[in-house]
């Protein structure tokens, strides 16, 4: 089955301090990994992108890694703002006529002053 | 540019009543569509996908319906709400497959008393 699963659940850090969040996939076949920032009560917003043979890719604070032999990414956030207070998607895309796309449940980070 | 229209953004209807959100883009042609569901602390479900006027699938069989009547207009329909229809809905456009980004309308917040 086409799993997606992210963790920690929700995260607290204090303004200024980087964090980690991990995505593990079971997608098969693997198109491609992305990651969404969603504001509360908005829609996702695209932050990166990665194919299989891309290992890193980052988009100004934002780092996400991909390793597709483990089926693991993680996206880094260096020098949190409180604007970065929101839920992290990780995605996955199955490829297919249409972009099937797989969801994981999210990442909800806050960042406190 | 192009942009995504969602309305209303909340809604609240007594189950039994019939729902109609509607999804409009503008600035591109032929998009490909999607409709998807957000239930709390769940990953996105993507429940109809268009590639073309009067060319829609179904993910999932639910209490829902999906209609494309012009090339930039997508509706999703429920002739009697149910309880487990609440959620956050959200539209998506995409031109092409494969990579090519996923931009996702502002939502519509549904509750169903």
Redesign the interface.
């Known amino acids: 089955k086409n799993q ?1 699963e992210q963790s920690p659940q929700s995260l607290i850090i204090l303004e200024g301090k980087n964090c980690t969040l991990q995505c593990n996939y079971t997608v098969s076949p693997f ?2 990994l992305r990651w969404y920032k969603q504001d509360t ?6 932050l990166t ?1 990665m ?1 299989f043979s891309e290992n890193t890719k980052s988009n100004g604070r934002y780092t996400a890694t991909l390793d597709a032999d483990t089926k693991q990414s993680s996206l880094h956030i260096t020098a949190s703002q409180l604007s970065d207070s929101a839920s992290y ?1 990780c995605v996955v ?1 199955s ?12 990442t909800r980070l806050a960042v406190h002053p | 540019s192009q942009t995504i229209h969602q309305w209303p953004a909340t809604l609240v209807q007594p189950v039994g009543s019939p729902l109609s959100l509607e999804c409009t883009v503008e600035g591109t042609s032929n998009p490909n569509l999607y409709w998807y569901r957000q239930a709390a602390g769940r990953g996105l479900q993507l429940l109809f996908y268009s590639i073309g006027i009067d060319q829609i699938s179904s993910e999932v069989p639910q209490n829902l319906s999906a209609s494309r009547p012009q090339d930039r207009q997508f509706i999703l329909s429920s002739k009697k709400l149910l309880l487990s229809d609440s959620g956050f809905y959200l539209c998506a456009w995409s031109v092409g497959t494969g990579r090519y980004e996923q931009y996702f309308g502002p939502g519509t917040r549904l509750t169903v008393t």
């Open positions: 997606v198109s491609n009560g908005r829609g996702p917003v695209s992108i194919t998607i895309s490829g297919g006529g249409y972009n099937k796309l797989i969801f994981g449940a999210g």
